[in-house]
């Protein structure tokens, strides 16, 4: 049977950018492409990821900066 990510929407998650979540990985919108993903070692790894910047920080995201600019949002 193949390695299949089971992906879910963590609807507490302010980032903008955030789209969807596996146990060790991170999509959020495509700097190129559709999503951009974030990949972990282990989950603990992700969740500490996600506490800083996706449910914190998230406007020192490196990514989220990289959209931001992309998207012609900043200064």
Do not use: Q
């Not at 800083?52 to 998230?58: A, N, R, S, V, W």
């Amino acid at each position: 049977m193949p390695n299949v990510n089971t992906y879910n929407k963590d609807r507490y998650v302010p980032c903008k950018y955030y789209r969807k979540e596996s146990a060790t990985e991170i999509k959020c919108l495509g700097l190129c492409g559709s999503h951009t993903c974030n990949v972990f070692k282990t989950k603990d790894e992700k969740m500490e990821h996600k506490t800083e910047f996706c449910k914190g920080f998230y406007w020192n995201c490196p990514l989220y900066i990289a959209l931001d600019i992309d998207n012609g949002e900043t200064e």
